[in-house]
């Protein structure tokens, strides 16, 4: 049974610590906040053993198997090479580091110390991204061809539009749309062979956003493969949305409000586009279904990271690949800084 610390017990400390307090190779030693309450009440809510405000002081008296790394983006490389430095293997949430290069000095940290890194890509376990991909791969839809991934968020009102308390990801190159791009890379990526081209339209059209942009339309293209990234905070519902087309038909689904939608020929000649539409029709009740049973018992669109942290325990005991591997994520930092480099003046 791996001792495993986590260091930030905000938002998504609930899900890191939601899995260790129920994990049979993990057992949650030690929690760590600048927040002497939020500490507090991690200790109290998921049973962790010790509290503390200095993650420096945690790793020195603690000695912990494992470190979750679960604050602001702009500390991760910093505290992550304590963690290192302590000889933990370490966890970190997305993005792991601003840059490309800050990830690979991170890597390197890693490798020297003989301990595992990695970024939480946990989209990239959930079921519907997992039935997009094991589609994909059995040749459904032909080559992949497009590739389109799509965020709906607002971020003019709670975290982000405060003003007296600015939302420390403002300070990031691609102020807070930054948090997302890890996300969008990853999914995208999983697609894209490589990366020839990458052109970004970075904009602010709300003149209240405290964040530098609040739209961001990319377009990255690596052989025939045209990929599309949006990120908008103008429109509804909210999602997180993928689609992939191919030479023979497309698949498509949405990580918030999960379904599978998939167009083939079918082999009916011209029904086909009928029997897509009654397959499609039947499972789209089954997914309701399934999406309410979900509601109902509280199982949320983070059941991937759950399944990322599980796979990621079952390498450290050394059975299996670690989940996100070091291509994974030097691939999704090098896309973020071409898309960020590739920002104008916002509009
Ligand atoms: N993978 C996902 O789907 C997902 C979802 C939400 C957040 N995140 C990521 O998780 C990270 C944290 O996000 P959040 O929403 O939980 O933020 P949050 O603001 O709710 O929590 C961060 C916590 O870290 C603490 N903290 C800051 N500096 C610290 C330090 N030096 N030592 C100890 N504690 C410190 C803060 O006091 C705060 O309680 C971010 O990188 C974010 O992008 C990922």
Redesign the pocket.
């Given at each position: 049974v791996f001792r495993a610390a986590v260091?930030?017990?905000?938002?998504?400390?609930e899900e890191h610590l939601g899995f260790l307090g129920h994990s049979a190779v993990a057992r949650p030693v030690a929690v760590?906040?600048?927040?002497p309450a939020?500490a507090q009440y991690a200790v109290e809510r998921f049973g962790v053993e010790q509290a503390f405000?200095s993650?420096r002081e945690m790793l020195e008296r603690v000695r912990p198997d494992v470190v979750h790394v679960?604050?602001?983006?702009h500390?991760?490389c910093a505290?992550v090479e304590d963690c290192l430095s302590a000889g933990a293997h370490v966890i970190v949430?997305?993005?792991i580091a601003p840059t490309n290069l800050e990830f690979r000095r991170l890597w390197r940290s890693a490798q020297r110390a003989g301990v595992l890194l990695l970024e939480?890509h946990?989209?990239k376990f959930n079921d519907a991204f997992l039935a997009v991909r094991s589609a994909v791969e059995a040749g459904r839809i032909g080559d992949v061809e497009e590739v389109d991934v799509r965020v709906a968020l607002p971020i003019y009102g709670g975290?982000y539009a405060d003003a007296n308390l600015p939302h420390p990801?403002h300070r990031l190159p691609g102020g807070v749309l930054h948090?997302y791009l890890t996300?969008m890379a990853y999914m995208a990526l999983a697609f894209l062979p490589r990366v020839d081209r990458v052109e970004a339209i970075w904009s602010r059209y709300h003149p209240e956003a405290l964040s530098r942009f609040d739209d961001l339309h990319a377009l990255v293209v690596g052989g025939t493969v045209h990929a599309r990234l949006r990120f908008s905070a103008r429109t509804s519902p909210h999602a997180v949305a993928l689609a992939v087309r191919g030479s023979r038909g497309w698949i498509e689904t949405d990580i918030y409000h999960p379904y599978v939608r998939l167009v083939t020929p079918r082999g009916a000649g011209p029904l086909s586009p009928w029997l897509n539409q009654l397959e499609n029709g039947y499972a789209l009740m089954r997914w309701s279904v399934v999406n309410l049973r979900d509601k109902l018992l509280y199982r949320k669109t983070?059941h991937g990271?759950h399944r990322l942290l599980q796979r990621a325990y079952s390498a450290l005991a050394g059975d299996g690949e670690s989940p996100v591997s070091f291509e994974d994520m030097d691939r999704a930092t090098s896309l973020i800084d071409r898309l960020v480099q590739a920002q104008g003046q916002p509009a």
């Open positions: 260091i930030g017990a905000g938002k998504i400390s760590c906040d600048l927040s939020l405000t993650h679960l604050t602001p983006p500390t991760h505290i949430e997305k993005p939480d946990n989209y975290r990801s948090e996300h983070y990271l």
